[in-house]
């Protein structure tokens, strides 16, 4: 355990109503890897086995079918956290144990399923969490959809249950269906209205898209306009995010997004973290490639944060 | 705690069936604040970003996106509690402690969803209330929605839960679906129907909006007319969902409904006071100015009660 | 208490397999008021706030408004009973507690919803007719309706927790669609129908309408015919609702339906006394009158039943 | 509620692994009555009945044996908080609901038995506590009796319970038994013991007899010596058990010890003030005495902490 | 979180039942502090508070009476973990989270009590472990006691609650009472005895005294004659110790016992690392110097075990 910075203080001390044992594992996940303690996190989440089935996730890269290989490239990229179902954590929980803070994703998609579009099933308990060593439970919510009531209700369980035995909670929050376009699940204003939902559930960090610079809903344009809230710049929309999660203080990370070239993604990212962001959550873009090359990648993206701090 | 006043003994008579843990945090509720004795309240509520969004919320005045900000609006108005949903609740409730009444928001809508209209989530429950230092739940229902019969059970369950523990039940009944025409929703019969449900319900502070002079139901139009019940002025109207609460022995607040001018919502709530209500929420027109602005409308307003009184 | 008479007496043995407790409350019941001690009941039910608003309920004689009210014109009248849903029944519960016996009526309807029109919310529960001092929970049931299985289900398990605690079980038993004409809602082999499987269900007092002459059922008819069971009068189809209610082995009381003339109305009441019915639940047709009027036409129908007894 | 002093927000930030709900109480209790927002408190505590029996405790001035007297002497005295066992607590509660924080002594010793010496009934629960509406469960534990590991094991139950779910827990803390003598219960070694083992225990607020100057225990003997803890004046002795209690950051409290004439027990606790006592415990000498007495000395003692401050 | 180093893969792959939470949790333990990787620890153990009160265990360096200086003590010395009573890890746990491990000490004994001398109370659970972000639970059993039996029975519950929720459990285990005489306390056989049944228990941590070259059971007497153990050294006995741990494969640590000179205490460290000692847990003599003594003091010690690593 390294000192605690002001960065990191400032931090935990936006989460005033939580336990310790909650504020102790936000303090590991911040503390832990290349940006220890500059209040920067870059995480590498795996559940595309769920959403996209094992081929369209690994063949391009087959040494990550193995879930060992994901964990080693989590510790060695030096990461913060590494995000996965329950049967890949529990592949390399033992092994690593301790080495790297885990984030138990305790719901999933899949697309085999035709209904259920807008909704996950819970594949993982709190308890699954403490067995295995983790720190914090990872809960997707679907803002819009047909389910989102119902997967209000299972998050709030959850959490509540998560913070009394001392786990954080973070919430991925893809906003789909109902008022909003297919376009429009990454507008600044659907993706600000869906990360500024998970701060009023109470999630600890809040995962979100990169929004573009559209508004999606009609009832939201005026207000946009009026408040010329600037959208032009990618580092002007994650401003806009981070200021839609109370002000600043909360912790959230964005995806990367669709695979894309290394070059334009770094750029991406750079622009996130001119924003403020605390961070990115970089799932295929890192895993799909060969190790050499993904470490080169993660290691690019942990200097833009470093950079940032 | 100030010595307890002939009105605030009467209120808490109406309470008979309450143990003492209810009727203390309805005390609380009843002697915070510049209407501390008076028998009225003004509630600030702020769950518009899980109705509306952030920025539809937030962007006029954008130190609201603070949830410290709200805090201290009502502390600093003097208002006798603040209403929000957990996340909200939860960044404050350790740095205000004790220093304003909370009404924890345990259930909530948003304005993605296109299904779900007559539905709100539960995101919240009664020990979280009760950790963190709340005097009451908040439980929205919708009655004529499709989903009222498993909101009343839902209500039905969190309330009897929360009466055990000592917390009083605040319930918002907002009329919508089901044999209600769309601008009959605040028609004088809906609402008095919506306020006595709530009553009936058992909630110990009801929430409504402000009724029109209008009858919705041809079921009711004979009696109304029969009965000649006075509907002309505001001021009547509040009487009669009054006397639909338990012939006036309910605390029955009103909200200011859409934002508008300083003067017109004032007159507004001059009727509503006059009328006989314990007192307005006024979420929109409060945090929507910017900080001098709203202390100085919550001021006029408290004023319309103080001579209320 | 009063000494215990053979009617009672018989009374309670037909309710071998229930507890003390449950017959403790049978007995108290059964021995209070003006008809106390002769097996019969008269029973003063307001829930009509839920079912039709406060204005429909309660414009024609506002002191009804106030739930106090209720409860004195129950005791004032010398009735055996009073039944209302929570809210209702806590604004008195301290009050009188004692003076009258109370039915807790655990689920109700309303009419602003336009669908589930065959099913009521359950609005509280066993625990809270405990701690309020009630003697039995009510619960209405609609059989033929959609929802009738899961009303079977509720009050199956509402009836069992109240029975284990001591409570009798008050089943109003209201058949609607399904194979049921709207007409025929009232027809004799449908309220016999309905009786009987209140009973079959365990029911204490089953509460069903008057039974006009005519079968519903195409199925029933030949049996009915064959059977010749006696139907011109209303004494007769009395009878027979009684003998379908266990050979007259259980408490089984009569609405007097849509508020109508007083001496109709008592007309109405010595024919279905001579029928052998315990007794009448009176709601509307009472607290919709002047006090004076109301205590009057009560004090009528106490009479019928002495009469009969 | 009123605005939070410097002084009250230092001592809340003592209590930093503390939920909210424990914090708003522990404001309500220090914001409350003539010392509201000092830090400092005054406490009257009635539970000698248990301990001495009716006449010893009440004789003397026949006005206490009504439980409602207590609740007035405590709130028009102005104190911060009125103890007492649940009978007592209940005949008042309601009628003095939210007047006066109240703190469930949730166990208690009698004089008639005698063995269980060095033991104390369990007489109430923390759900007592919430349905009451108590700020504070009180318990007592008699360090060096038979009986402590057991008394422990009960309150750290309790305090668990009471803390999850929002309440605050004072200590008592009586030396007695085991290697103490009759003498030493109050020598400052023990006292310090004492006071420092209810700290340990997880006691938001500590309640100890002030200690005479002498050490009881023979192996603390040379410590104290060799330390030099002054100990002549009785402010001596309190800021060394002040500084057992983690350093001065825990709410400590003192009791007044035996009747004894107004002049010496205001010269009592002036010492204790000076010390650096939170506040003072006054039962018997307060409620032994006529009304106007007590009031009187009341006072006087409220002023003490009020310079002291 | 560091890489791991082999010795600490070693360590771990003893523990082959333990589920990967516990395995993370002894982890931390080991990857902490100055001697992180190395597979030895040096632990902070605050309870003497309880043991000999507060003046015995403070007065010496005030600093000490404050849980903040204890916390920072072993954060600043670079030690693996701090060990202390409930009341004293909450003092601490907000402000220091995440920075130095905790065990959270569950039962303790005091030396008030004459009787109990050989059983402790339970004053903390698991569950306050989890909300206070511990790493593990820590429990003292004395061997020999007539209470031995039920401490053994509570340690079972616990450690099976603690190691299902992903906690480790340290062992303090301390021969005392029935066969065992005075000065056999720490006789070889007793103390192997002890530290062999800690890990019979399921210790994943055990903490015994230093032993004596002493057999003190008659009935060991032979075995250890004919079986020429070596005991003439102590790091020859900690060998043999250590070897009763399932062959030297349960992490042991060794107190420093009572305060002594700064070379002495070196010195008598130096042999129990000679002996294979995992690490030290000392108390007393660093708490109870000043803080730049006690520092140095620490600081060879903990080079005593790099040097041994």
Chains 1, 2, 3, 4, 5 share one sequence.
Not at 29 to 49: C, E, S, Y
Not at 110 to 125: C, E, F, H
Not at 240 to 261: L, T, W, Y
């Amino acid at each position: 355990m390294t000192t605690i910075t002001p960065k990191v203080k400032e931090i935990l001390s936006w989460y005033e109503s939580e336990n310790p044992g909650v504020k102790a594992n936000l303090f590991r996940l911040l503390t832990t890897g290349k940006l220890a303690g500059t209040g920067k996190l870059v995480i590498l989440p795996v559940d595309q086995g769920f959403e996209h089935g094992p081929a369209r996730s690994f063949a391009s890269n087959p040494d990550a079918y193995d879930p060992h290989y994901l964990y080693k490239l989590a510790i060695e990229a030096g990461l913060n956290a590494y995000a996965a179902p329950i049967g890949s954590i529990e592949q390399g929980a033992e092994t690593f144990a301790g080495q790297i803070p885990l984030i138990l994703k305790v719901n999933s998609a899949n697309s085999l399923t035709s209904g259920n579009i807008g909704d996950q099933a819970v594949t993982a308990s709190v308890d699954d969490a403490l067995r295995l060593g983790c720190c914090a439970i990872g809960f997707t919510m679907y803002p819009g959809s047909d389910s989102f009531y119902g997967m209000q209700e299972e998050l709030a369980e959850m959490s509540k249950e998560a913070k009394a035995k001392g786990l954080a909670t973070v919430v991925w929050s893809y906003p789909r269906g109902g008022k909003i376009s297919k376009e429009g699940e990454t507008a600044l204003d659907i993706v600000a209205y869906a990360a500024h939902m998970a701060a009023l559930m109470g999630a600890n960090i809040i995962k979100v898209k990169p929004p573009k610079a559209m508004i999606d809903l009609d009832a939201a344009k005026a207000t946009y306009e009026k408040a010329r809230v600037p959208m032009e710049t990618l580092a002007q929309r994650i401003e806009h995010v981070m200021q839609a999660c109370f002000a600043g203080k909360r912790i959230v990370v964005f995806s990367g997004g669709e695979a894309k070239g290394t070059d334009a993604l770094v750029d991406e990212i750079s622009q996130i973290a001119k924003g403020g962001a605390n961070g990115s959550i970089v799932g295929r873009n890192a895993f799909q490639r060969p190790k050499a090359e993904a470490l080169e990648l993660l290691s690019r993206i942990v200097q833009v944060y470093a950079n940032a701090a």
